[in-house]
């Protein structure tokens, strides 16, 4: 995983460095537009589509056509139609409207985990890297303890102790998360620690603090960007696997996960219930992916691999 | 080597103590008290209170967690609130089930994921190569329980080959028993396998471009012999790794998929649980499965110096 990264191997070998490739160069050269198009372009896309997301949950209350909650026992499960463009609940809720409302809770519960993640995350990756030693063993160790809790347990752990609720999802997102943003803050860090310019601070007369968060942090924003764009996917799908499994949000929200567990229900009559939440789930995942692969090819210049 | 192995063996117990710590620590905080529990709201102060004294609740926090650690290390991890039956014997009845769940997604995991990553690698920037990363993306993006559903959908509502949920037990036959298992452990294997192939890829196209490759191709072997003997041993060691993480998610991803599937597994009996406040089997089987993923990567970092004998024995960090 150190050496050559695919992508780089594969650049030498159009270049003809390495290897002599033998591929017609009509066909090469299409490949490789097609690459540089699949990652500029898919950065944009990912992007737009993120923040056509954002807009969405936003804006859910104004763009949606009924209001989540507005049930008509009249016309349940009734299969997408022009009134109704993703049809409608076992309560004759419009599911286009929950599905946008359903964004925001989505959006928030994981920006939340994913901030508390990359705040203490990155606070004890960088003073563990930093200082060294005896609190460097010790923080290593707790976030070892985390990293061997899936997700899903310490989801159930916290849920019995907090309660079921958006803030148990949260919090076990946030817990779950923490150990990669820290593995990777320190490991940054001590890579950095060698450099001269940090020398340069202390032979100065920086002090400490001044040191960690002005000279040293600035070079790990490329990293964490990467990674909170990447953390950011896991965080929406776990929110909505926890959602799923009933320890999240309650019904009657309107939220991805619990729509879904109720969709399940009711599968072999109406399996676009199942299918519109499901499929945003997929889409907003997909579009955080993208944005985080595209970052990683522009601001990393160390180029991790996780 | 011995002194790697046992230093290696030694490290995990920490983790194991700190796991113990935050697990009674849950324990612990977990609202209401499990005398009043017992007793009965109605019961009278002094009945509970006695009731406190004798299960130790009245002692410092320090002293109940040495009770509970005596109490598992003699194998008691609590017993059900309703079912009264012990935490080792619920997790020993549904254990079978999800384990051949994590296997055979294991098996479908790797099965997706080392033709695909090999391909890939030997033919990097090829057409199959630029198809199996975009769909190994799309994949990355799929929750397990909606890919459940939605096989459940088309495979058992849709074209009707196999039942829609329920599990039939491995005594009814394996090709009854399979036919419960395979949807399941596709949805569970297929967001592992997309992990597995991306470190394969990445990997191979390492150990391929390296020069002892090139010797062995200068000195006419065969590729495909090439291409097993000498790229695949030393590509398997990232992906070793992966694979002692994937087992960890893939235990974790059981309580999902068992919940989809309504099979009666231990991701089942622990969800079940939380949600219907039995805390000691919840806690009890998080204990178990935490316990379990350790000891899991622990095996995969002893089978290092098989795959590699030039790992550095005994190297110590405390971060992984």
Excluded at chain 2, 162 to 172: D, E, I, M, R
Excluded at chain 2, 231 to 242: D, H, Q, S, Y
Aim: include cysteine; charged fraction near 10%.
């Amino acid at each position: 995983m150190r050496a050559v990264e695919p992508e780089r191997a594969s650049r030498l070998d159009h270049a003809g460095g390495a290897h002599v490739t033998t591929r017609p160069i009509v066909t090469s050269s299409l490949r490789r537009a097609a690459r540089w198009a699949g990652r500029r372009g898919s950065l944009l896309v990912g992007l737009g589509v993120v923040l056509a997301l954002c807009v969405v949950a936003l804006a859910a209350a104004a763009i949606s056509p009924y209001a989540p909650d507005r049930q008509n026992m009249a016309a349940t499960l009734q299969p997408p139609s022009g009134s109704h463009l993703f049809g409608t609940d076992e309560f004759g809720r419009d599911i286009l409207s929950r599905v946008f409302f359903g964004a925001r809770l989505t959006l928030l519960a994981s920006g939340a985990a994913v901030l508390l993640a990359v705040l203490v995350g990155s606070t004890i990756g960088l003073t563990a890297g930093y200082f060294g030693g005896v609190y460097d063993t010790i923080t290593g160790r707790i976030t070892d303890i985390f990293f061997a809790f899936p997700v899903v347990l310490l989801g159930i752990a916290i849920v019995s102790v907090l309660g079921p609720g958006e803030p148990s999802v949260v919090v076990a997102i946030a817990l779950a998360s923490l150990p990669n943003f820290a593995r990777v803050s320190r490991s940054a860090i001590l890579r950095e620690r060698e450099f001269e310019y940090v020398a340069a601070a202390h032979a100065v007369g920086a002090s400490t603090p001044y040191i960690i968060v002005r000279t040293l942090l600035p070079n790990l924003i490329g990293p964490l960007t990467v990674l909170v764009s990447l953390g950011f996917a896991y965080a929406v799908l776990y929110e909505a696997s926890l959602s799923f499994l009933g320890l999240g949000a309650q019904p009657p929200t309107p939220e991805w996960g619990v729509m879904l567990s109720s969709a399940r229900d009711y599968l072999f009559q109406s399996p676009w219930y199942a299918f519109f939440p499901g499929v945003s789930i997929v889409v907003l995942v997909f579009s955080l992916n993208l944005v985080g692969d595209g970052l990683r090819e522009l601001l990393d210049p160390y180029r991790h691999n996780r | 080597m011995a002194r790697y192995l046992i230093w290696r063996a030694v490290s995990v117990v920490p983790t194991l103590l700190g796991i113990t710590v935050l697990v009674f620590l849950v324990t612990y905080f977990i609202p209401g008290d499990p005398a009043l529990v017992l007793a009965g709201a109605e019961a009278p102060p002094e009945v509970v209170a006695s009731l406190r004294h004798q299960w130790g609740l009245d002692q410092p926090i320090y002293v109940r967690y040495g009770v509970w650690m005596a109490n598992i290390a003699r194998g008691n991890l609590g017993e059900s609130y309703f079912s009264h039956q012990t935490v080792l014997r619920l997790v020993g009845r549904a254990f079978p089930v999800t384990f051949e769940l994590a296997l055979l997604a294991l098996v479908v995991a790797v099965a997706i994921a080392v033709p695909t990553g090999i391909i890939s690698a030997v033919r990097p920037s090829s057409w199959f190569d630029l198809g199996a990363t975009a769909v190994g993306f799309i994949g990355l993006s799929i929750p397990g329980f909606w890919l459940g559903i939605m096989l459940i959908y088309l495979f058992g509502a849709e074209l009707r080959w196999l039942p829609a949920g329920g599990f039939t037990p491995l005594s009814s036959g394996l090709p009854a028993n399979m036919r419960s298992m395979i949807l399941p452990a596709i949805a569970l294997g297929t967001f592992a396998s997309t992990q597995l192939m991306r470190y394969l890829r990445a990997g191979m196209l390492d150990v391929l471009n390296a020069d002892y490759i090139r010797t062995a191709r200068a000195k006419g072997l065969a590729a495909a012999m090439v291409l097993m003997r000498h790229a695949m041993r030393n590509a398997l060691i990232p992906f070793m790794t992966v694979l002692g993480v994937q087992m960890g998610y893939l235990l974790g991803g059981t309580v999902i998929t068992e919940s989809v599937f309504a099979l009666p597994g231990i991701g089942r009996l622990v969800l079940n649980a939380i949600l219907n406040r039995d805390y000691q089997v919840a806690v009890g089987i998080i204990l178990l499965i935490a316990a379990a993923f350790v000891l899991v990567n622990l095996v995969v970092d002893l089978l290092y110096p098989v795959l590699d004998p030039r790992v550095r024995l005994g190297q110590a960090t405390s971060w992984r």
